[in-house]
């Protein structure tokens, strides 16, 4: 077995400039998991120029710069996140740039894509391009951005998409604003479908879902304003029809109701153009863990009961929900230490994600694969040609591919402590949870972005 390693971000510069060389690394004798391929078996990998040159049986001619040993880890794709707020611009109190992306590849994500409610929002083009720089800069995770589906996301006048698109980003969204003017909301709609764009929606009625917790028998004993379920079915219901009408690519964020899974179920039985995704909250917290008005357990959208969590984990397991994100929302103490109600809502989660992943693939008795899959193959799916030229290699082990890894132990537990967080932000309702799979490696583009040190 590997030696036992102490997580520590590690960024490297992996030769996005000319003239730096990219390192020749080989990875020996890990188990080599791609959900994507069905591939399982022990193996090496072999990396050049930032790509995958050998998978499986490596050519005795490979000559490495560096070599890892993989004996007794698992080296998987990197794993795609689809749901990150980095806090920059505008809340650099919450989270830097630096910080977040530092997390990103602490979890062993190397693809994410980031919600546009900064400050300025991200609904012009010279933003999406300033932050693409910087990250890039920063050779940690790929970034590829939503870009705001209406100024300021206001619900009111369109953004211009196509600039936004040339721009980079990978479709468009309203973040935690939803559309009270249907009539906005369907040209907008019909504006992306008519240019193939696809939109990211969380399905919340702008009225029912201004509470702090899920309506039931909890919040009203605590005295807390609740968000009922119809907020979000009356909303998935409204999202249906104008996809009928328009055909436009819809995906819908971070369900939250047993009843939203079974729309969603039926919404794809009959063929109408929609995704949606699941945060790691919602799939392992309900609303008695809220205990005596926890804080950290303020999220968006709220923890619901046990029966809305329990049809979620087997959504996920069916494929009703195609993919599990992090719903990463660094928050500050001085925003979190506040009563419940007042609290701002959000957790770090980046790191979390692949032990989480883990964890639910565990209780519900799945096979590694399909647990990796929900975070890693299923999401970068789900982006299909907005990926660009990763498109052909993000989530998954090719040969010729971008070498974008995840290489982590599966049979070592860690406990959550909020201090020992990359992230800026130390608040997450799973603070002293045991959890599966350390992250040993993580390499975007060829190089290594964190490892984490012997211990």
């Not at 996920?316 to 809502?345: C, M, R, W, Y």
Request: aromatic share 4%; proline share 6%; net charge neutral.
């Amino acid at each position: 077995m590997p030696a036992q390693r102490r997580a520590v971000a590690c960024p490297v510069k992996f030769g996005t400039r000319p003239g730096i060389p990219s390192m020749k690394i080989l990875i020996r004798g890990g188990r080599l998991i791609d959900p994507a391929t069905g591939r399982d078996e022990v193996g090496d990998v072999a990396i050049a120029a930032g790509r995958i040159v050998g998978l499986g049986r490596v050519s005795t001619d490979f000559r490495p710069d560096r070599n890892i040993d993989g004996s007794g880890l698992v080296v998987a794709p990197g794993l795609v996140d689809l749901a990150v707020r980095l806090r920059e611009p505008g809340h650099e109190h919450e989270g830097m740039l630096e910080s977040e992306m530092a997390a990103a590849v602490a979890g062993g994500v190397t693809s994410l894509v980031c919600l546009p409610d900064t400050d300025p929002v991200l609904d012009e083009p010279g933003l999406v391009e300033m932050l693409k720089f910087r990250a890039r800069n920063l050779n940690l995770s790929r970034l590829f951005p939503l870009g705001a589906l209406t100024r300021g996301l206001q619900g009111q006048a369109l953004t211009e998409m196509a600039e936004l698109t040339e721009a980079g980003c990978v479709g468009f969204s309203q973040a935690e604003a939803p559309i009270a003017d249907t009539l906005v909301l369907h040209r907008a709609l019909q504006y992306a479908a008519t240019f193939g764009y696809k939109v990211w929606l969380r399905p919340c009625d702008a009225y029912l879902g201004a509470g702090v917790a899920a309506k039931g028998p909890l919040a009203t004993r605590m005295g807390l304003s609740g968000v009922p379920v119809i907020a979000e079915t009356i909303a998935l219901h409204t999202l249906f029809e104008l996809v009928r009408d328009t055909g436009v690519g819809l995906h819908l964020c971070r369900l939250s109701s047993a009843a939203g899974v079974e729309l969603v179920r039926r919404a794809k039985a009959e063929g109408l153009s929609v995704t949606c995704d699941v945060s790691v909250h919602q799939l392992h917290l309900i609303d008695i863990d809220i205990g005596y008005f926890d804080a950290a357990m303020r999220l968006s959208p709220p923890l619901r009961q046990q029966r809305d969590r329990d049809a979620i984990r087997k959504g996920l397991e069916d494929g009703t929900i195609d993919a599990l994100v992090s719903d990463h929302t660094p928050v500050d103490a001085d925003a979190k230490n506040l009563p419940f109600a007042q609290a701002e809502p959000g957790a770090s989660s980046l790191e979390l994600l692949l032990g989480l992943a883990l964890k639910w693939g565990s209780d519900s008795k799945l096979p590694l694969a399909a647990s990796l899959a929900s975070v890693t193959s299923r999401p970068a799916a789900l982006l299909g040609a907005a990926l660009g030229s990763f498109a052909s290699s993000v989530g998954k082990l090719a040969e010729g591919g971008a070498a974008d890894l995840c290489v982590f132990d599966a049979a070592a537990f860690w406990t959550v402590k909020p201090s020992a967080l990359v992230s800026q932000a130390k608040h997450t309702p799973f603070a002293g949870i045991e959890l599966p799979g350390r992250v040993a490696f993580t390499l975007v583009g060829g190089q290594v972005a964190f490892e984490a040190r012997p211990r």
